[in-house]
């Protein structure tokens, strides 16, 4: 059988806007040149005075054989006066660098196919994920090859499946629909690890979703109760986390966030959890800010991008407690932009998510310090995880 290309319409929709960007990614990253490229771009006439101060030769490896380093304000001096770039100008996309050529752009190859997506840590892509109404039509075209790949495990592809189909089709609140995925993954894990069939997995989604018509899921949710004390834990750890990694946590787009937040400290200059709560549930949810329907979005999207539970060093419990996190941290920055704005704006709300973006899924490091949070704090459970969701 031909080998397939699978696509969300998200992906066809991208298209860089270059200067009217409102995190541009050519500022603050570390943009590293192949041997090709690097010769090429000191080589051109239009480019050799600027590569001189603006290129590094590093000679690591034929893939990392040189660096860029960015002027005072954190720009590639590559851009020209009309912030376009000036390699891609007078020597085209093949002198780029790697990240300059693929970014926001991200391919995977499962089993014998490929599946394309985008960083949402790019604006224009969860501004195009979160509101496009088309963003999430999928298409599966012959690639052209026949390739033979390492098959991909049959608990992961069903447990994609089934989490996708308990969020889209089961009558659930995005909330509810994660604690059904988490009891699902539970299973999962079982059977990732040896300890139970594959039938089990068959058993429990069909359980599953005869819980969520009898309104069980529903009912379970609602009896998880809201605990304070771990939110703000949780919070307050990861939101430092994030300010020390995050590359950007000095310009004006991420210090506005900080702000926010900062407005809803208490007395003792201490995080508020419960007025960040009590804002989400008493002006967010009553606005007419379509959260559910955002939220949707974003569960799909991390779930296809990821290829939900699918990971390389963590367990499916973990991967599905990141997920919740995310969710978690992104309504808090929503809650205080709004309680700072008494509104939230697209424009707003792509700023969230991408802002957390940046550092979530660029940053391994970033994983890493939040697994062990979960672990201080006791939120390493499905009914743990899913009470940092819970509003008073």
């Given at each position: 059988?031909?080998?397939?290309?699978?696509?969300?319409?998200?992906?066809?929709?991208?298209?860089?806007?270059?200067?009217?960007?409102?995190?541009?990614?050519?500022?603050?990253?570390?943009?590293?040149?192949?041997?090709?490229?690097?010769?090429?771009?000191?080589?051109?006439?239009?480019?050799?005075?600027?590569?001189?101060?603006?290129?590094?030769?590093?000679?690591?490896?034929?893939?990392?054989?040189?660096?860029?380093?960015?002027?005072?304000?954190?720009?590639?001096?590559?851009?020209?006066?009309?912030?376009?770039?000036?390699?891609?100008?007078?020597?085209?996309?093949?002198?780029?660098?790697?990240?300059?050529?693929?970014?926001?752009?991200?391919?995977?190859?499962?089993?014998?196919?490929?599946?394309?997506?985008?960083?949402?840590?790019?604006?224009?892509?969860?501004?195009?994920?979160?509101?496009?109404?088309?963003?999430?039509?999928?298409?599966?075209?012959?690639?052209?090859?026949?390739?033979?790949?390492?098959?991909?495990?049959?608990?992961?592809?069903?447990?994609?499946?089934?989490?996708?189909?308990?969020?889209?089709?089961?009558?659930?609140?995005?909330?509810?629909?994660?604690?059904?995925?988490?009891?699902?993954?539970?299973?999962?894990?079982?059977?990732?690890?040896?300890?139970?069939?594959?039938?089990?997995?068959?058993?429990?989604?069909?359980?599953?979703?005869?819980m969520a018509q009898k309104g069980i899921i529903s009912k379970q949710f609602e009896q998880i109760p809201?605990?304070?004390?771990?939110?703000?834990?949780?919070?307050?750890?990861?939101?430092?986390?994030?300010?020390?990694?995050?590359?950007?946590?000095?310009?004006?787009?991420?210090?506005?966030?900080?702000?926010?937040?900062?407005?809803?400290?208490?007395?003792?200059?201490?995080?508020?959890?419960?007025?960040?709560?009590?804002?989400?549930?008493?002006?967010?949810?009553?606005?007419?800010?379509?959260?559910?329907?955002?939220?949707?979005?974003?569960?799909?999207?991390?779930?296809?991008?990821?290829?939900?539970?699918?990971?390389e060093k963590q367990k499916p419990e973990q991967v599905f407690q990141q997920l919740v996190i995310d969710?978690?941290?992104?309504?808090?920055?929503?809650?205080?932009?709004?309680?700072?704005?008494?509104?939230?704006?697209?424009?707003?709300?792509?700023?969230?998510?991408?802002?957390?973006?940046?550092?979530?899924?660029?940053k391994p490091k970033f994983i890493e310090i939040i697994q062990n949070i979960l672990k201080d704090f006791?939120?390493?459970?499905?009914?743990?995880?899913?009470?940092?969701?819970?509003?008073?």
């Amino acid at each position: 059988m031909e080998n397939l290309i699978i696509k969300p319409n998200y992906v066809s929709l991208f298209s860089c806007i270059g200067p009217k960007c409102s995190d541009s990614c050519c500022n603050d990253w570390m943009i590293t040149f192949d041997k090709q490229s690097y010769k090429k771009t000191i080589s051109n006439k239009y480019l050799a005075d600027i590569a001189k101060f603006a290129l590094m030769e590093t000679k690591d490896s034929e893939s990392d054989w040189g660096v860029i380093k960015l002027d005072k304000q954190g720009a590639c001096p590559f851009l020209n006066s009309q912030k376009l770039c000036q390699i891609h100008d007078k020597e085209g996309e093949d002198a780029l660098s790697y990240t300059c050529k693929t970014y926001p752009k991200r391919d995977q190859i499962i089993g014998n196919d490929k599946y394309k997506s985008v960083y949402l840590s790019c604006p224009e892509v969860a501004r195009i994920v979160l509101f496009e109404q088309e963003a999430f039509i999928f298409s599966a075209n012959p690639s052209g090859t026949k390739s033979t790949h390492q098959p991909s495990p049959t608990w992961l592809e069903k447990s994609y499946e089934y989490s996708l189909d308990l969020l889209l089709n089961c009558g659930l609140t995005w909330q509810e629909a994660l604690l059904a995925i988490g009891l699902l993954i539970k299973t999962s894990q079982e059977v990732s690890e040896g300890t139970a069939s594959v039938d089990k997995l068959d058993s429990r989604y069909q359980q599953l979703q005869t819980m969520a018509q009898k309104g069980i899921i529903s009912k379970q949710f609602e009896q998880i109760p809201y605990t304070e004390t771990p939110q703000t834990q949780t919070f307050v750890a990861i939101h430092d986390a994030l300010c020390t990694l995050h590359s950007r946590s000095e310009r004006q787009r991420f210090i506005s966030i900080n702000d926010a937040i900062s407005t809803l400290c208490t007395e003792e200059n201490q995080y508020s959890i419960k007025d960040i709560n009590k804002v989400w549930s008493e002006k967010v949810a009553s606005s007419k800010i379509e959260a559910d329907e955002i939220f949707t979005k974003f569960v799909i999207y991390s779930m296809f991008h990821n290829h939900f539970p699918m990971h390389e060093k963590q367990k499916p419990e973990q991967v599905f407690q990141q997920l919740v996190i995310d969710c978690f941290m992104v309504r808090c920055y929503l809650a205080s932009v709004f309680n700072q704005n008494q509104r939230l704006s697209n424009e707003d709300i792509v700023k969230c998510f991408q802002v957390y973006h940046v550092v979530r899924q660029h940053k391994p490091k970033f994983i890493e310090i939040i697994q062990n949070i979960l672990k201080d704090f006791n939120l390493t459970s499905i009914p743990a995880a899913i009470s940092l969701l819970k509003t008073p």
